[in-house]
């Protein structure tokens, strides 16, 4: 190896050692419907996609962030939403444990096609340029996937030093990082997916106030602002929604 590689190897190293600290800084304060077990959250061509949970009460909203939804697709029991994600024209629909992802059409939100998913759905973000999917199943793991059939391609598990994180939810690729929020949690963690690494910890707490926060109301939803570092942020239950920029804690 010569010494640029070294140099550069010695940085890739360290890079993978080192956490950074975040916190949330809050910009703007967005309703969101109180009603809504969120699931999965995700902008696109200026749209917001939010995708709720709970057998007969699951849906799919499409609409400006903070505003009443323009379109809103229910999606009958016994099925239970989790996350999309759009691939352009389309988007992808995971469900819980009904090994079934749905794809609709992005605009109308229309059912097009089922697709086998014998794994448990949880959240899903696209990497567009790696030309797949990533999807996390409440594990340590993050799975990839081809974005036509679903069809795993690979997989890495998720780790914190030496521990692995578990509870991997609601994700979010930008650029070449994973963003997941973890259940339970007022966390979010930023992923290397090539090594799994965690390369940021997000404090997300506080955001509510404490007479906000009913049974299961917990941090579930990051959706990166397209064309600027500011992420929309809620949860399951949630009475409001954060536009955010993460800053060192
Ligand atoms: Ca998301």
Known sequence: ???????SASRRQSATHRIEHLRVKVLATLPHDRRAFTQGLEMASGTLY???????????RAGLPGRKPNVRVALRA???GEGVTVLGRTLWHLTWR???????DARTLAELRR???????????????????VTSDGSSRLTFRDPRTLAKTGEVTVTEGTRPVTELNELECVGG????????????????????????????????HDDETVGGAVLNGIAAVPGTDQFLVTGKFWPRMFRVEFVPA
Not at 98 to 104: H, M
Request: proline content about 5%; some cysteine.
């Open 115 to 133: 697709v086998p998913y014998p794994d448990e759905g949880w959240g899903v973000c696209l990497q567009r340029d790696r030309h797949r999917l």
């Open 98 to 104: 009904n090994r079934v992802a749905i794809e609709r």
């Open 50 to 60: 939010e995708s709720t949970g709970i057998s007969g009460r699951s849906s799919v």
């Open 177 to 208: 990082a994973v963003y997941a929020n973890v259940l339970f949690s007022d966390r979010i963690v930023r992923i290397d997916p090539a090594t799994g690494a965690v390369t940021a910890s997000i404090d997300a707490s506080g955001l509510l």
């Open 78 to 80: 016994p099925l239970f």
């Open 1 to 7: 190896m010569d010494r640029a590689s070294a140099v």
